[in-house]
Structures are given as structure tokens and as C-alpha cells.
């Protein structure tokens, strides 16, 4: 009886593991695309600083690639929509994860008692 | 700022690198900042971590203003002649040239060539940014340095105090968390113990007996409790028969009274149950094994306090426990249907003074009685179960429950059993109860001696006050009966005698103070 509820809380355990994994994983990757969502930020700020003479060059691998102001200004804006967009996927992610995580902490929990009342009794 | 090529204008900027770690460290710090733990030693953390991050930021915005100033300069001529860096251990002789035009990395991988005031408006712009995230951090290690020095002071305080926080309460009265475990674990017993009678027997002195039960450490006790619970508590519950209590009472009698003078020490509520002659057991854990009247070594009773101590059976001393049970609200019938708590443990207590003939043991035990209904509280018959009122004694149904039967002999043993039976009655009377109980705490102290007066009113001396064996020997006069039944109440056994002659008139004067021995004699041989 004992060793079912241990073999379980081994399981439940893993599964509890696994959740918090994926937890840090996604707060991580938020993370992330928060640094990216502030420079780009940064960055458009300062394309409004600077006006049509300039030219501007996008770093792709080794190469500036030369870039229009309006053009350069809309991957700017849609980079940032789309850092945006998924920092909301992955605080969706994260509270479904903390969700879970909690219920496994529960189940965990429960079956910790129940194991000591086993050992206990035993 | 990178060094610009020799050829094509110089290009600065700052490095991605600076930029993200500057938003990224930022909003990381921010959201530690926000899920820190608020203890001292998360605070100390945060407050360092914070001063390092302030360090950082502090630096880039020097750098952004050496930065600012190289721009300025840049201009100033058209060329400049350098040495330029090949690599990572040559130079090699160039000019700087264009030097207005500066490829700034507006972040992202986002390039933009401008003039050298542009880019010091940008970096004034990235310099905005960076005190801004100075100022932040800023706050958040004030506020959390506040929060350190306040823990701080606290540890400080407390420790100064001598560490109030930590209260400890420690619990000394495991019966009430072992009550239940104490029930369901039996002990197959069959024997009634018969050494505890003996060893408290030897001592005829109460004084012995407590101090073999003293030696015995609280420990012990409660582990021959634990014993004596279970020993019960497997051999059943048995109903004590009336009849019971008088041979009862002649072995136990003392013993009893020594193992509850033993018992007295470690809790005034527990009883030391003899159950060695009857080999009856009670079980120890309802109330309705509770028997009014009824005393045998075996009994026990639940008290208020929880814990009831009862003699096992033995060879060592063994007490148990009954758990805390709350006095069952027995309806006693009093003519007013009124209900009283019936209290195991003045039940208890009565039944040890029936059993024992000299009764030594303390007051504790004594039920309490000092106003008419606590008589009716105490004494509680329990029939079939249920606990019914004792009735008065010129009632057939107390007849019952007389406890006293046997009165043909007058030896001390029986004088003790007598009186330890007598003790046991129910006190109807409740004009008596006060003398009663003064007589009962009387009898307890002169325990040890053999041939103590049954009952010493509170205000007469002993022996001349028991006028037990005068009556006994003598066919007695009405006008003697009285007597006794006023200073001696709890004396059945006496006026049972007399009872056959007089009593009958006896019985008729004060009904309330004629023992319902004496009354159930008139009455039987009627």
C-alpha cells in the first residue's frame, strides 16, 4: 500500500517537474521578448529622431542591407506587434502552467499524507 | 563606440549587447524586484543586487557621455590621422575620415547613418533610457533597504529579548492526543492484576503506599495506565453487580485507596481501579460503563479532565487513560425535570469510597458537592446503560443498586468495606452532603488504621463519634438510630442492622436520612 502511494508520488512528482520546467522555460522566453520589446521601443523612438536623409541599414548576417526610413519604420512597428503578441502567448502559457503546477502540488501533497499514514500505520 | 574604418565614416554605437542586457537585466531585475520574498536574507540580496545594477548603469551612462564628447570633437577636423587596430595584436597607420557621418546601431539590428549631432541626440535619447532605469533601481533599493533595516532592528530586538518569538507550549498531558489510540489498542489481559493489590496492600500505613506509588515516576504511570486501558478495554465491560462491591471493597478497599493516594500525585482525577478480586474489567471508554452505586476495583470513570487511570491487572502497576469524554448530561430526575451533568469522576470518586474502606485517597477525588444538586450530579445510578437518577432510598428500585448487603459480621475488614460502601452511597440526603463529605475526607485520612471510626462527624472526635459498633453489637433503641444516621449518614451497614429492630420508624422520621441500606433492610424483611 505504501509502495503504491510511493510509486504514485514518484509519478506525480515527475509530472510536477516537468510542469515547473515548462514554467521557467516560458518565463525565460518572456523574458526575452520583453528585452526585445523595449529596444525595438528604443529603436523606433529613435528612427522619429532621425529624418528622411539618413539612410538606414538593417544587419542581416554580415551584410547592411540598406532600408528605406517608412519601410525600416514598418518592420520596426510590426516587430513590435509581434513581440507584443507573443508576450501575451506566454503569459497565457505561464498561468496555464502555474495552474497545473499548482494542482500538482496539491495531488503531491496529498499523496505525501497519504504515504505517511501508511508508514505510519506500518 | 566601435572605432570607425578608415574609410567609410566611423560608425558607433552601442552594441546590442549593451542594449540588451540594459533592458533585459532591467525588466529581469524589475520582476525579481517584484516576486522577491521578503525576508531578510532576500532582502540583503535584493539590496546588493540592486547597488550592482546601479553600478552597471552607472558606468554605461558614463560611457554614453565620453561618447557624447567624442562626437562633439569628431568634427572638428576633417581627417585624423590613427593608428588602426589589425587585429588583436597589430596596428597599422590610417586616417579617420568623414567624420560627420556615423552609423549608429539604433538597436535590433537597426543601423541608421547620420550626422555627429544626430547621433549625440540619440545617445542623449539611449541616456535618457539608462537614468531612467538608474532611478528605478534607485527606488526599489531604497524601499527594499528600509525593509532590510527594519528585519534588522526586529532580529535584533528579538534577539535581545531573549528570542520571544519562539513560544513553546509543551503539552504534558499526552492522554488527550493518545485517548483514542489508547482505545483501540488492546493488550490481551486476562488476568486481574493481582501484585498491585498486593503491593499496595502491604503497607497498611497510607503513607507506604504513597510512597511506593512515588517512586514510580509519571512516566510509568501513564504507561500502567496506558496498560490498564487496554487490559480493559479487551476484556469487555462488566457490569458490576451490587454484590460485587462489598468483597470488592474488602480487598480493594485499601488498596485502592493506596493506589489512588499513589495516583492522586500524578492527577487528581484519576482512579487506580482494583480489579483483582473481581477479575471484572471495565472497559474504560464510554460513560455508560459508568455504574452508579456500584464500585468495583475495575471501575473507572470518564472525567472532565480526561484522564482515569485504571488499575490494571498486572503484575506491574499499569495506568490507563479513558479519554476526554464530556460528562454525559444525565437526566436526573429531580422532581423538577431538571438535568444534571453526571460527573464520572464524582461517580468515580464514590465508588472508590466504596470500595475502599479507608479511603486515602485525596480530596481530588471527593466529588465536590456542596450544594443539593451536585448529590444529585454525583450520585447517578447507571442502569442498562443509561445513567438514571438515583432514587431515594425508600424507593424499591434503589434496592438495587443497595450496595450494601452484607452486613452480618462486624469485623474491621467489613467496617472498612462497610465504610468504603457507605462512602460509595448515594448521598440523598442532601442536607448531609457537606457532613458527608467532611466524614469521607475524614475516613480518607484515618485509611491506615484499621479500625478508624466509620464516620466521624466533622465536628464530633473520632472514635467516640462511631457509634457503629455499639450499634451493632446491641439491639439499639430507636432514639439511638437517629443518632447515627444524623452524625453517620453514610453508614448503612449500622442502621441495617438496626433497621431490622427500628429503623422502620427511623426510616419514616427523616426519610431523606436514612440510608437506603438501612431502608431496603426494613424493607426486605417486611
Given at each position: ?6 510509486k ?29 520589446l ?11 529622431l532621425?529624418d ?26 510590426k ?43 506500518g | ?16 549587447k ?8 532591467y ?16 532582502l ?7 547597488q ?7 558606468k554605461?551612462?558614463?560611457?554614453y ?6 562626437l ?12 588602426v ?8 597607420p ?25 547621433a549625440?541626440?540619440l ?10 532605469a ?12 528600509s525593509r ?8 535584533r530586538?528579538?534577539?535581545?529579548a ?10 504534558e ?19 486481574p ?32 495506565l ?38 492522586t ?20 471508554v ?6 452508579g ?37 444525565v ?6 425535570n ?37 448529590i ?10 443509561e445513567?438514571?437518577?438515583r432514587?431515594s ?24 468495606d462497610r ?14 452532603s ?20 466509620k ?7 473520632t ?7 455499639v ?6 433503641s ?22 431490622d ?23 426486605q424483611?417486611?
Amino acid at each position: 500500500m505504501a509502495e503504491q502511494i510511493q510509486k504514485k508520488l514518484q509519478g506525480e512528482l515527475e509530472k510536477y517537474q516537468q510542469l515547473q520546467k515548462d514554467l521557467s522555460r516560458a518565463v525565460a522566453a518572456r523574458q526575452k521578448l520583453e528585452a526585445q520589446l523595449t529596444e525595438n521601443n528604443i529603436v523606433k523612438e529613435e528612427l522619429e529622431l532621425l529624418d528622411a536623409t539618413n539612410t538606414i541599414f538593417k544587419l542581416m548576417g554580415p551584410v547592411l542591407v540598406k532600408q528605406e526610413m517608412e519601410e525600416a519604420k514598418g518592420t520596426v512597428g510590426k516587430r513590435l506587434e509581434y513581440i507584443t503578441g507573443e508576450i501575451k502567448r506566454y503569459e497565457q502559457q505561464m498561468q496555464e502552467l502555474e495552474r497545473r503546477s499548482e494542482q500538482q502540488r496539491e495531488t503531491l501533497g496529498r499523496l505525501q499524507q497519504e504515504l505517511q499514514r501508511g508508514q505510519g500505520k506500518g | 563606440m566601435i572605432p570607425g574604418t578608415s574609410e567609410a565614416g566611423s560608425t558607433y554605437g552601442c552594441s546590442s549587447k549593451l542594449e540588451k542586457p540594459f533592458h533585459a537585466g532591467y525588466s529581469r531585475d524589475l520582476r525579481r524586484v517584484g516576486t522577491a520574498n521578503v525576508n531578510k536574507w532576500d532582502l540583503g540580496l535584493v539590496v546588493t543586487s540592486c547597488q550592482e545594477k546601479i553600478q552597471h548603469w552607472k558606468k554605461v551612462e558614463s560611457d554614453y557621455e565620453a561618447l557624447q564628447e567624442r562626437l562633439r570633437t569628431l568634427p572638428d577636423k576633417l581627417s585624423y590621422d590613427i593608428m588602426v587596430p589589425f587585429g588583436p595584436l597589430a596596428f597599422m597607420p590610417g586616417k579617420l575620415v568623414h567624420t560627420n557621418e556615423v552609423t549608429v546601431l539604433l538597436g535590433d539590428n537597426w543601423f541608421s547613418k547620420c550626422s555627429a549631432k544626430q547621433a549625440v541626440e540619440l545617445v542623449e535619447h539611449r541616456k535618457k533610457h539608462v537614468r531612467k532605469a538608474l532611478d528605478d533601481l534607485q527606488k526599489v533599493m531604497m524601499n527594499f533597504e528600509s525593509r532590510a533595516e527594519f528585519t534588522e532592528d526586529l532580529q535584533r530586538m528579538s534577539d535581545a529579548a531573549s528570542d520571544f518569538v519562539d513560544i513553546r507550549e509543551e503539552i504534558e498531558d499526552d492522554s488527550i492526543g493518545t485517548k483514542g489510540k489508547y482505545r483501540t489498542a488492546h493488550k490481551p489481559h486476562s488476568k486481574p492484576k493481582v501484585s498491585n493489590v498486593f503491593e499496595v496492600d502491604f503497607p497498611v500505613n497510607g503513607n507506604d503506599t504513597k510512597s511506593v506509588g512515588h517512586f514510580q515516576s509519571e512516566e510509568e504511570l501513564w504507561a500502567r495506565l496506558e496498560e490498564l486501558e487496554r487490559q480493559e478495554t479487551l476484556l469487555g465491560e462488566l457490569d458490576r453487580m451490587p454484590g460485587t462491591v462489598e468483597t470488592n471493597g474488602e480487598d480493594a478497599s485499601s488498596s485502592e485507596e493506596e493506589k489512588e493516594d499513589k495516583r492522586t500525585d500524578l492527577n487528581g482525577t484519576y482512579r487506580a481501579e482494583d480489579s483483582l478480586t473481581q477479575g471484572n474489567f471495565h472497559k474504560q471508554v464510554t460513560n455508560s460503563d459508568l455504574f452508579g452505586g456500584q464500585l468495583n476495583g475495575s471501575t473507572y470513570y470518564h472525567s472532565d479532565d480526561e484522564d482515569d487511570i485504571d488499575v490494571g491487572d498486572n503484575s506491574v502497576p499499569t495506568i490507563f487513560f479513558s479519554h476526554t469524554v464530556e460528562p454525559k448530561r444525565v437526566r436526573i430526575n429531580t422532581g423538577k425535570n431538571t438535568t444534571l451533568k453526571f460527573s464520572e469522576k464524582k461517580e468515580e470518586a464514590k465508588r472508590k469510597r466504596k470500595n475502599s474502606s479507608g479511603n486515602g485517597h485525596a480530596t481530588p477525588e471527593l466529588p465536590n458537592i456542596k450544594t443539593p444538586a451536585d448529590i444529585y450530579r454525583v450520585f447517578v445510578d447507571v442502569v442498562n446503560g443509561e445513567y438514571v437518577p438515583r432514587k431515594s432510598i425508600l424507593k424499591s428500585r434503589s434496592r438495587e443498586n443497595s450496595v450494601c448487603s452484607d452486613t452480618s459480621e462486624n469485623s474491621a475488614a467489613e467496617f472498612d468495606d462497610r465504610r468504603g460502601v457507605q462512602r460509595s452511597i448515594s448521598y440523598d440526603e442532601a442536607t448531609q452532603s457537606d457532613n458527608s463529605e467532611g466524614v469521607l475526607e475524614e475516613e480518607e485520612e484515618e485509611e491506615g488504621q484499621q479500625q478508624p471510626p466509620k464516620k466521624l462527624p466533622p465536628s464530633s472526635g473520632t472514635a467516640e463519634a462511631f457509634s457503629g459498633t455499639v450499634i451493632e453489637k446491641e439491639p439499639l433503641s430507636p432514639s439511638l438510630i437517629p443518632h447515627p444516621v444524623i452524625a453517620h449518614p453514610v453508614l448503612p451497614t449500622i442502621l441495617e442492622w438496626k433497621s431490622d429492630e427500628v429503623l422502620s420508624e427511623a426510616s419514616e422520621e427523616p426519610p431523606k436520612r436514612i440510608s437506603k441500606f438501612k431502608a431496603a433492610r426494613m424493607q426486605q424483611p417486611t
